[in-house]
């Protein structure tokens, strides 16, 4: 296959979820610096979502999260089906919050208190309900659940109460659904968090049932720590759900993604696409974005993530597979190494403006963003009203 070929191959399947609380208004503990066209409303992440996706082509899905985006729970979900409708982008990933609330101070799915533990599981079971009633299939659990002093929490207890609970939310689901479990190794908890990383997660997914997958956030990691080694052994435990996709330097920050360290980015990939040549089959993967910006533009950034996930991605496409089983088999190591560098060090730029002309999408999504208007036109309309900030992420 031609290079264009490898890249117009990879790039017609690659699918990236947007998160609806990236176009919100957020910040850091010590404040937050309020954009004017900052989406406040649902019906405002959607349309920002849909402005991305209508440049770049690739985003039809927009990752909710209950308690920000349905407020009213399943009530909230009829209006779903209008915006997108309207803006041309559907429901993705359903986002339960166990955080938030005053009562899961000390936990949701392993607090000490059972009350509390009931609440977080039907608070699960309505979210795969609104899954159900949007059409959306994975309903994607985080946890701020863990302790912050030694001695404090009963660790084994916690684990125990939290395999009980998936379980539980898994009788739930739908033969079609699915549930991610998705690792942190600390924040907002300093001293244990109770799925710390992605062994833990998959023992817990494990225990939920046939359903549960896990997630890997790429921020939620260790400084040093091999991704791609983990992205590799979920692919071959069949146990790979999907990504949210961030960088970070130093702790969980939201970065763009690739921004501090786009080869790890492309070793993900490559250990994807990899797995799909050794067994010729394409794992279903959900690929999403989890950054909340700051300080960036929040539409531009959204397009800025997409169009690196892609140039990662299709680098990856072009490693030459059977050249390095031939090299990893002798043990060659120069060729091994080289022909990932190589397929990194590819410009695959000029084939993904012409795979964007082909599919009719606009060459330069950034600049198109910027000729479009739509940033002015927004920032007229939301900038005058009191600015708020809608989530934490
Ligand atoms: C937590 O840090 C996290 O990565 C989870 O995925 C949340 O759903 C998201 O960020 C937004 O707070
Ligand atoms: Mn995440």
Same mark, same amino acid.
């Not at 600390?186 to 244990?192: G, I, K, N, Q, R």
């Given at each position: 296959m031609s290079l264009n070929d490898r890249v117009y191959h990879a790039l017609d399947t690659f699918r990236i979820e947007l998160p609806s609380w990236g176009f919100a208004n957020t910040g850091t503990r010590f404040g937050k610096f309020l954009q004017p066209a900052a989406a406040s409303t649902l019906d405002e992440k959607f349309s920002d979502a849909g402005q991305v996706h209508a440049l770049t082509?690739?985003?039809p899905t927009v990752a909710l999260h209950v308690l920000w985006d349905l407020p009213d729970g399943l009530g909230s979900a009829a209006d779903i089906a209008r915006l997108s409708a309207r803006f041309g982008v559907r429901a993705g990933s359903i986002n339960p919050n166990l955080f938030q609330d005053q009562e899961y101070k000390h936990g949701s799915f392993g607090n000490p208190d059972p009350a509390v533990r009931e609440q977080a599981r039907q608070h699960v079971l309505d979210s795969v309900a609104i899954a159900g009633a949007v059409g959306s299939r994975d309903v994607s659990l985080w946890f701020a659940d863990g302790s912050n002093y030694p001695g404090t929490a009963n660790i084994r207890r916690r684990r125990q109460w939290f395999a009980e609970s998936l379980q539980a939310s898994h009788r739930a689901? !739908?033969?079609d659904q699915r549930l991610l479990v998705e690792y942190k190794p &600390?924040?907002? !908890? &300093?001293?244990?968090? /109770?799925? !710390? /990383?992605w062994g833990m997660a998959l023992l817990l997914a494990r225990a939920a049932g046939p359903q549960a997958r896990v997630l890997v956030d790429t921020g939620h990691h260790y400084l040093s720590q091999n991704i791609e080694q983990i992205v590799a052994w979920l692919l071959a435990e069949g146990m790979l759900g999907g990504f949210h996709f961030n960088d970070r330097r130093y702790a969980d920050d939201d970065l763009t993604l690739g921004s501090i360290d786009p080869y790890q980015v492309f070793r993900i990939f490559h250990e994807i696409r990899a797995y799909a040549h050794d067994t010729g089959a394409e794992p279903d993967i959900a690929y999403m974005v989890d950054q909340s910006h700051n300080l960036k533009g929040k539409i531009e950034a959204m397009i800025q993530t997409v169009c690196v996930a892609q140039e990662l991605y299709a680098k990856a496409a072009l490693v030459d597979h059977a050249a390095l089983a031939v090299a990893q088999q002798r043990a060659d190591l120069v060729r091994a190494e080289g022909i990932l560098q190589d397929a990194f060090s590819t410009d695959v730029r000029p084939a993904i403006r012409e795979w964007r002309q082909a599919r009719k999408l606009p060459a330069d999504p950034q600049q198109a963003f910027r000729d479009s208007g739509y940033l002015e036109r927004i920032t007229r309309e939301r900038g005058s009203r009191a600015a708020g900030v809608s989530s934490y992420a």
């Open positions: 082509g690739v985003c689901l !739908a033969s &600390f924040e907002p !908890a &300093f001293y244990h968090t /109770d799925i !710390a /990383d």
